[in-house]
């Protein structure tokens, strides 16, 4: 090993084994957080020191719970372990495994060892372990596996100095790693991998059976493709049986080992506490009421808890914004800084506490152990729409925000259904969708009440809400027959023991998802704020100085009234700037659905964000700055609103039409903006975009029209 080179270090193990507070531990701060090329999983990176003489770059693999991939995470995991990846060269495997599950984790270790590279097991959790009465003998383990097992406890610190000395003396034998067969494959496929080692003479028993399952996957040429597909046909090789024998012969031989090693004083209780909890939570009546409720504390928890912070936020930002207005000179710069760059920024920031809620609740979920189970009792309704039990997290909390949700459909293996929840989660009625609700339903539902407490008002909010999730639903439905995928949808779910929550991991989680969405989304954002504010502020010279001209001569023949004149001014100004004129332009087309040009202007700007609809309606018809009588001169002036003909404007149909509108259509950036982030493409928010303004289209249509 060339000491002047930092070693490559691929740190793997089962998903919520401890391998990310190892990571944090061996690396400090000095880490990087990107994706793997050409997917959407995160790739953290980060340097160590191991040695006085040797540094090493470690690589955070996607967690993994065997060496036969099936999500995409796992395929990222799966080509690096088997050198197929281009771009990452792992020296040393560290092998993170869970001492007080050491059992399933046992599996994948096995299958580590038999590829023959270097590999260290760093043996998490047992603190957890002694908790639940179970002692590990480390040093039969040990000589048990053929490599080395070393304690570490990252939340502490322990065992680290003994994990890089484990390392350091792994990297010495780099070429010559002793390495012993965990079980003997060569017999469930004797000619098969002898033909396959004569094309790759360097592999061990193992990862030949691996050529032979997977190696259309492989980065290999036509040639050996082809040699390997005539082998397979010339041996008869049975991939699925060999699979299975092999997981056999594993768990047999993991079984002996952890008799010899483990001791548990009592492995049936938690089991039966599990089993007993689960007769309740997954019974098929009681199972589904729990599950409501817990949904609906969720729900509102991300409301309630965020809430007070989002206030803050928004608190804090205005606050800046007037400041700066009055201590700053009046000019486009003062302007573009808080209307553009400031009031962009705001639109980021207001979001993480939603985010950091959303996500801390679904890692709490997972700690845990009931999100397994939500999973499970959702699987039969969502996989009738073409998605599975692990989409209803993200469909639920997409009630809240759908960026947070967007996000957290990470956890869904499957590509094609993850895609799919993405898809169709913003259809879901976000909070943004309550002041457009509000000032709609209040302007043309009449306040009737129903038995005395059944408000009509009411009744209205609820079925938009039931509207979107109808259309979640039917979306993903028929795209399902669109989004073609070669993976196959199975979900196969491993009931996790309870336990109590990881508050340490928990908080890291919020934290990183925070910044993910701040510094990767929020780019675009800013982007787009920027542009939706050069589009309101600015339209042709020539019309722009006609309206200067307009008020400044109307307010020296009536100074009293400057107030008055200076609001019809910024509302012409509007109209005229190219926002305005895109809304005259879009006129024709939205006067179907019962639509002005000024709601035209409001469609266009709240974009940036729907609830931005109310405040464009303020600017349009000239209300008030008072802010008790906002809400309510508001309704006045937008139902005074008239047609040139002397028609109302805000009929019955029109608002109706118009909910149906803000409930259907893509009018959010920040969305567009994380499922560019998510799928690395512009193909699928454009689409969504797409679908989602067609199906708004159509349905305010026909809503208009059936209430007319």
């Known amino acids: ?30 880490q990087k957080v990107g994706n793997f090329p050409g997917v959407t999983v995160d790739k953290k990176t980060g340097m160590s020191k191991i040695s006085e003489k040797l540094s090493a770059k470690i690589i955070d693999l996607p967690g993994t719970y065997s ?57 998490t959790m047992m603190d957890i372990a002694k908790k639940n009465n179970i002692q590990v003998d480390v040093a039969g383990l040990e000589r048990e596996l053929g490599v080395f097992v070393i304690p570490v406890n990252p939340r502490k610190n322990k065992g680290i100095a003994q994990l890089k000395n484990a390392i350091s003396h792994a990297a010495q034998n780099l070429n010559n790693f002793p390495g012993r067969d965990f079980i003997n494959m060569e017999p469930m496929a004797p000619c098969a991998i002898k033909k396959v080692r004569d094309i790759f003479p360097e592999v061990s028993n193992y990862r030949a059976i691996h050529y032979l399952i997977n190696h259309e996957n492989f980065d290999l040429n036509i040639e050996t493709q082809d040699a390997i597909e005539n082998i397979e046909v010339e ?21 002996t080992i952890m008799k010899q090693t483990v001791v548990e004083t009592d492995p049936l209780q938690k089991a039966l506490f599990t089993q007993k909890l689960d007769n309740i939570l997954l019974h098929r009546t009681w199972g589904y009421l729990i599950l409501m409720l817990v949904l609906f504390l969720l729900f509102q928890s991300i409301f309630v808890l965020a809430q007070f912070p989002m206030n803050g936020i928004e608190w804090t930002f205005a606050q800046a914004g007037g400041w700066l207005t009055k201590v ?15 009031a962009g920024l705001s639109g980021i920031i207001v979001f993480v506490p939603q985010i950091m809620i959303l996500f801390g609740l679904i890692t709490l979920l997972e700690d845990t152990g009931y999100m397994a189970r939500i999973s499970f009792l959702t699987d039969k309704i969502m996989r009738k729409a073409g998605l599975n039990g692990k989409s209803v997290m993200p469909m639920v909390s997409g009630l809240a925000c759908a960026v947070p949700a967007i996000m957290s459909a990470r956890s869904i293996e499957n590509k094609k259904e993850r895609l799919l929840t993405i898809m169709c989660t913003p259809l879901m009625s976000c909070s943004a969708r309550l002041p457009v609700y509000t000032v709609l339903i209040a302007l043309v539902i009449p306040h009737k009440m129903y038995l005395g407490f059944i408000s009509l008002q009411g009744l209205v909010m609820m079925l938009m809400y039931f509207l979107g999730t109808f259309m979640a639903l039917f979306a993903a439905f028929v795209m399902k027959w669109f989004i073609k995928s070669k993976e196959k949808s199975f979900f196969i779910l491993e009931l996790p023991t309870y336990r109590g929550p990881r508050w340490k991991n928990i908080l890291s989680t919020m934290i990183e998802r925070a910044k993910i969405f701040v510094f990767q989304a929020g780019k675009v954002i800013m982007v787009i704020s920027l542009l939706l504010w050069v589009l309101s502020t600015f339209g042709p010279p020539k019309e722009m100085k006609a309206v200067d001209e307009k008020y400044t ?36 087309v939205i006067h179907p659905l019962g639509y002005d040009w000024k709601i035209g202007i409001a469609l266009i700007t709240s974009f940036a964000a729907r609830e931005v609809f109310v405040g464009t309606m303020a600017t349009l018809y000239s209300v008030g700055d008072d802010a008790d009588e906002n809400n309510a001169t508001l309704r006045q002036k937008m139902s005074a609103a008239t047609w040139p003909n002397g028609k109302k404007v805000y009929t019955l149909a029109a608002g109706l039409s118009l909910l149906v509108f803000y ?27 797409t679908y989602m303004t067609g199906l708004a289209y159509v349905m305010s249509f026909i809503t208009f029209h059936l209430f007319r």
């Open 1 to 30: 090993m060339n000491l002047s080179q930092p070693l490559h270090i691929a740190l793997v193990g089962n998903p919520n084994s401890g391998k990310s507070s190892l990571f944090n531990s061996l690396t400090g701060l000095n």
């Open 67 to 123: 060496l036969y991939p099936k999500r995409h995470d796992e395929w990222v995991a799966y080509k690096v372990l088997l050198e197929q990846d281009p771009q990452i060269k792992a020296d040393v495997i560290v092998l993170v495994a869970d001492a007080s599950n050491l059992k399933r984790n046992l599996l994948f270790c096995s299958q580590i060892i038999d590829l023959k590279r270097p590999v260290v097991i760093a043996l």
């Open 235 to 255: 041996t008869k090789f049975n991939g699925v049986k060999t699979q299975a024998e092999e997981i056999l012969q594993r768990y047999g031989k993991i079984k």
């Open 328 to 342: 700053l000179p009046a000019g486009w710069f003062t302007d573009l800084f808080v209307n553009g760059i400031l």
């Open 553 to 588: 001569a109307l307010i020296q023949q009536n100074p009293l009234q400057e107030k008055e004149y200076r609001k019809l001014e910024n509302t012409e100004h509007l109209q005229n700037s190219y926002a305005g004129i895109l809304g005259k332009a879009i006129e024709p």
């Open 663 to 689: 409930a259907l259509a893509m009018q959010c950036m920040s969305t567009l903006a994380v499922v560019k982030r998510e799928t690395h493409t512009w193909k699928w928010p454009l689409i969504m975009l």
